[in-house]
């Protein structure tokens, strides 16, 4: 269960932003999750449940994620591929040396908060 550890690190961020933008409550927070960080999406909600009352300011914040799907650049032909999280390989040359160019992400895309 590495979404606890992924869901703590986001509303600890995201409160302290909030508190320092005098937020006095967080409506929503999005997030862009790449498919190869292997996220499962109900244990990201459950946790997401259960960590977001500890703290007054994001008890009632909505979860908003984005899903990005991988795609690659082979470094052999230079083609460039969308695949999942197992078909790695070049499907031009069958090289499997790739660069990822996208799928990794797991970044706070943006924050819906109120202000008094
Ligand atoms: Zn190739």
């Known amino acids: 269960m590495h979404e606890v550890g992924i869901v703590d690190g986001v509303l600890r961020t995201a409160s302290e932003t909030a508190r320092a933008s005098g937020a006095t409550k967080i409506v929503s927070v999005t997030l862009r999750i790449g498919d190869m960080r292997e996220v499962v999406r109900e244990s990201l909600d459950f946790a997401w449940e259960?960590?977001?009352e500890d703290d007054p300011l994001t008890a009632e914040a909505e979860l908003i994620v984005e899903e990005v799907h991988p795609r690659s650049a082979c470094v052999s032909c230079g083609n460039e591929f969308d695949?999942?999280?197992f078909h790695l390989r070049c499907p031009v040359c069958g090289?499997?040396?790739t660069l990822t160019l996208s799928g990794r992400e797991l970044d706070i895309v943006s924050m819906e908060i109120e202000t008094p």
Request: glycine share 12%; charged share 35%.
């Open 95 to 97: 090289s499997g040396q």
């Open 83 to 85: 695949h999942d999280r």
């Open 50 to 52: 259960a960590l977001r």
